[in-house]
């Protein structure tokens, strides 16, 4: 079955530069969508189609896709910006759709 | 503004069926332009992505849980809903019910609903 491979944790200082990868064989040719969970709420898209934030997402979210290989940018990440974020995507047929592992984001 | 609801009992004995229900609020489930999608996370903090389903009727399952698997909308009451059968203590886990935006890649959900819980015991 097909996977998607992100680090389990990334820690970070408040104002610094997060950087969450995914990687996955089919990336290249895939779109990567970013969702961020905390606990007790509903989940959250921040990123869809590779690079695009949706209305009302911090423009301190970007997101990059190169060769099999996502990135979800976190720019002057603040405390609030703790949680567990997961990428998505599906494999070169587009019939298994997957999460990655998730990586916890901890900033202190 | 849209809002999703899971509902279903929180219990569930191994073999048997779980059935749970999403409503949706602030919209409508016959929009061609959506599609509603189930998602779970089980042991270890894991996604799984479950299924989706148009109002057109067109499926899209995960194929290790296709077998088990129904997904279907009730536009009456503005709501779609998940049967898994047979399950087993595997699919324990935080149900979450979300809109997709029906678009290239499909992975757009842009509305989740809160997660309900489910535990498979006896």
């Known amino acids: 079955s097909y996977e998607l491979t992100q680090p389990p944790s990334v820690s970070v200082s408040p104002g610094q530069t997060a950087r969450i990868t995914c990687s996955g064989d089919a990336l290249p040719r895939k779109y990567v969508y970013w969702y961020q969970l905390k606990s007790d709420q509903a989940p959250v898209l921040i990123i869809y189609e590779d690079n695009k934030r949706p209305s009302g997402i911090p423009e301190r979210f970007s997101g990059s896709s190169s060769g099999s290989m996502a990135t979800l940018t976190i720019t002057g990440t603040q405390v609030a910006d703790e949680a567990d974020y997961y990428c998505f995507s599906t494999d070169s047929s587009g019939n298994h759709r997957v999460f990655g592992g998730g990586t916890q984001l901890t900033v202190l | 503004q849209l809002q999703l609801q899971a509902s279903g009992p929180g219990l569930v004995k191994p073999s048997e069926t779980l059935s749970l229900h999403c409503t949706v609020s602030g919209g409508s489930v016959t929009s061609e332009n959506y599609y509603w999608a189930w998602i779970r996370q089980t042991a270890g903090k894991r996604l799984e992505w479950i299924g989706y389903?148009?109002?057109?009727?067109?499926?899209v399952y995960s194929p290790p849980l296709k077998s088990r698997l129904a997904l279907s909308i009730d536009s009456s009451k503005n709501q779609f809903s998940l049967k898994l059968t047979s399950v087993t203590a595997a699919d324990t886990g935080l149900y979450y019910c979300a809109r997709g935006v029906a678009r290239a890649g499909n992975g757009q959900l842009d509305v989740w609903g809160l997660g309900i819980p489910v535990t498979v015991s006896s």
């Open positions: 389903v148009f109002y057109s009727g067109n499926l």
